[in-house]
Structures are given as C-alpha cells and as structure tokens.
C-alpha cells in the first residue's frame, strides 16, 4: 500500500484527485474498502465490439462494470465527474501487444476513437472476506495480490483469445466454503474461485514466481485459492496484438464510487 | 400456438427444423417447455458495438445469450448447427427504423458484417411459473402475450435509445410475491417484473390494445404483472433507424438447446 494514502483517506473522489495530482502513484488492495474497484482497457473503436464480446463471452475473468461512450473518458455509471485518462495510479501502454511503457497519466495519448472499459476487481470483495475474519495475506504484508497466467483457455470472440489469469489467496483449510460462498455473492466482481488447491491443475508451476504482483507465503494450515482476475486482457492483448492498448498496471486500479454490494448477484 | 407444432413435438432441433421446412410458422409460447428461447435482433457490423453496449447497459429488457461472430449465422454457444437465417417461425425486416416487411426465411438477406444478438425472453420461466401452479392467460388461450410500450426510458448506448417494452401477465393477487420470486431466479431471461400493478404507472394506457401480441382478460382477483421484455430493441430500432435490421416477429422466437436452468441467476 502506498504510504501516502493513509493521509489521503479512503474517499473515492479525492483518492482519485490523489492519482491525478500524482500524490497517489501506489497500488490500491486496501483502500477504500466497500468501494467497486475496477480493471481498466482501453481500446480504439474499431476493436470495441470483438472486446466487448469477449467480456461477454467471458464473464468470470471479465465482468463489465461499465463501458465508457466513444471517445469520452468518463465512467459516468460508476463515478461521475472521474476521468480515465488522469485518475488511476499507474498505466500501462502496449503497441502491437508489446508493453510499451508505463504512466502516471495518459492525456497525451487519448483519441477521439477510444473506448474505456472497467472490469470487476475481486479488491471489490475483500471488505467482505475481512468482515468474515478471512486473512489477505498481500494487504497485511502492504504487497500486490499475486496472479498468475493459466492454462484455462478463454473462449475466443474475433481477434481476442489467450489465456486466464487468476489472483491468488491463502484460506485456512477449515474456511474455504466461507470463501465460496462470500465471493460468489459477488459475480460482478469475479465471483466464486475457479480453482481451490493443486496450482498444477490449472497450470500454474511455481506460487512463488507470480506472473504480475508479488509473491506471498501459504501457511501449512492454508490452501491457494485463485479467482478469475481482470488482468486477463492483459494476457490476452499480448496474444492478439491489436496496434495499441492502455490498461492499468496491475494492482493500481481505478476507484469508483459504487458501493461494493452494488455487485451483488 | 401453432397447431402443427403439436404433432412436430418438443425437441429443440426437430422445431428448428421445423421452421426450416416452414412446417411451423406461429408462435413459441407453450412450446419447449424447459428451453430457453430467445429474441433475435440483426445489425450490421458497424453497429454492433453499440448494440452490444446498449444491451449491457439495460440488462433488464435485453440480457445477452449469445452473440454470433461476424458474419456467422449460428448462435454456436446456445444451439451447435442452428442457423439464424432460417430457424426462427417469422423475421421482421426494418429499414431506417420502419417495419418494411416479415418473412419466414432471411437467407437472401444475409450479409458477411451481419452480427446475431440472441436475447434472453419471458418464456423461458414460464416452465417455473407453471410448476409453481401460475396461470398463463395467454398460453391456456393459445394467444400470443400481451406487450406495451412503456415510458421507462432505457439507458441510451450512441446511437440506440428509447423506451422499454414490458410483457404482462394476470396473476392472482396472493401469489404476486411467489413470481416475483421465480422470475428472480433468472435474470438472464428478464429476472423480476419491472412493475406490478396499475398499468398507468408506466405508461400503458390501455391493457385491452397492446402494442404487439393479444389482449388476455385479468380478472378481478388478479394483478398485471409486467416483465422486461426482448421486444424492447424493436421499439429502440424505430426511434434509431439503423439502415437495416432483422428481428423476430414478437412471440415467433428463437429456441436454443439451453436448459432454462442455465439462465439462472
């Protein structure tokens, strides 16, 4: 977590205004818990309907939260007023599904033909896994939740196909139904886990070498359980090359205002 | 309902077909019980993201079941081997959002951009609601349901917008809650009413002329029940006048392999 945030508090606006100043430049598990976190792409027109038939096609890594108007940078659905091109902490640039580059702001870079697209964050349902006693191993450790790319095959829609990419966390063996049931509550937010123990089942090789985030320790009385991840575009842009692609950088989301139970089934 | 349907029977493929040969011309209600069936709505590609956008945000009157690729005529997620330009009993054309004609097969229609939007539909519960012991005016008359143009404005997508189409349905007043509660349960096929009661609330003036389907009688103990309904892009065809469009003639739909119980919540 980023230090500076404790001053900032966890009131979305101004957390967002923290983004746009460049006073928050950190990732976002832990803050403004109860608030929808989300997923950022952005992608010229051109290639909007093929994502968003991906996402349709694809709801559990891909639940849209909201999908901005052509050419306008504001979530106006889920935080009015915000402005994708300043208020995350940190983006990524790809270009021909290359990372290009990293930045704090990408005003330089919008088009009139760009089409922003917000995806759930299961740091939507962490408040509620916190209220149930549940641990999150990255927020008491201040790191970013670990992910990893499966071998979990996304159903393809026109140019975009790859692979999932899952979050991770470690649940004491006794409470993994609690974990089922509290995330499954949330389907906008990822939902139940896709997976509960043997990494090698879905084709993960070494917990301890995550693809995006950091590594965090399983106790012996823990099991892994991993929950689609809307880092799954991120894999998928790699795949399908499409000219140019602006996400977030994992772990820095945006932050909207919607309430987190707001993505209730 | 069709009277040859009866001897065609309940399969999903052996309807299908059915509509191919022109064997079966009328309406679905009361048929494949237990089978999800759909709406269909046809636009060109360059209209599709907007579409698509335009159902994601009123997932009430159009949530998405399948959405064919480019130019594909088969909803492969939902019925392998179907094929859009033939299977349904009766298309609706429109041109610059005027109703130009209905026909009973669209295959010289067909165009490569073409992109198929299969949307969830109110018979898909009617199973549930008859388990439940439910009346179903329309089907015990073999009449097609009761749908209204309503004053609940959709949520406009660039170049769609307009108003919610509703279908009704008498329910006797001591079980409005038991199917409020059974529509719940599946809001990929329209979820909840949207309203219950005075059919003035929303707009409708007049319950005796709908605006498409047939009048049924409610009877004094019962209360109008008003669904979202798939009808809804048609009316948001009209005001939005795409060059061309194909739908459904309403209550003629499309009836897919799904089990109704996959469009559960």
């Known amino acids: 977590m980023d230090a500076s945030s404790v001053a900032i508090g966890d009131d979305p606006p101004a957390l967002r205004a923290a983004c746009r100043s460049g006073a928050l430049g950190g990732i976002t598990a832990g803050l403004a818990m109860g608030r929808v976190q989300a997923n950022l792409v952005i992608l010229p027109q051109a290639l909007a309907f093929e994502f968003l038939l991906f996402c349709q096609r694809n709801p559990?890594?891909?639940?849209?939260?909201?999908?901005?108007?052509?050419?306008?940078p504001e979530p106006a659905r889920i935080a009015p007023g915000a402005d994708l091109r300043t208020d995350l902490p940190r983006y990524r640039i790809w270009r021909d599904g290359v990372l290009d580059g990293e930045a704090t702001d990408i005003s330089d870079l919008w088009r009139d033909d760009f089409v922003g697209f917000l995806i759930g964050c299961s740091f939507t349902f962490e408040n509620a896994l916190r209220a149930a006693g549940l641990p999150l191993r990255h927020i008491e450790r201040g790191s970013n939740v670990p992910m990893y790319v499966t071998d979990i095959a996304c159903a393809p829609a026109g140019r975009f196909a790859g692979p999932m990419v899952v979050s991770m966390?470690?649940?004491?063996?006794?409470?993994?139904?609690?974990?089922?049931?509290?995330?499954?509550?949330?389907?906008?937010?990822?939902?139940?886990?896709?997976?509960?123990?043997?990494?090698?089942?879905?084709?993960i090789g070494d917990l301890d070498r995550p693809d995006f985030g950091d590594a965090v320790p399983v106790d012996a009385d823990e099991v892994p359980m991993f929950w689609?991840?809307?880092?799954t575009p991120q894999a998928v842009i790699m795949n399908s090359r499409p000219d140019i692609a602006i996400t977030h950088a994992p772990g820095h989301m945006f932050i909207a205002d919607l309430a987190d139970q707001e993505l209730r089934g």
């Open 60 to 72: 559990k890594p891909c639940p849209i939260v909201d999908v901005t108007d052509i050419g306008d």
């Open 169 to 203: 966390r470690p649940v004491p063996r006794r409470r993994t139904v609690t974990a089922v049931e509290i995330t499954g509550d949330y389907p906008r937010a990822h939902g139940a886990p896709v997976h509960v123990g043997d990494p090698a089942a879905i084709g």
């Open 228 to 231: 689609a991840c809307g880092v």
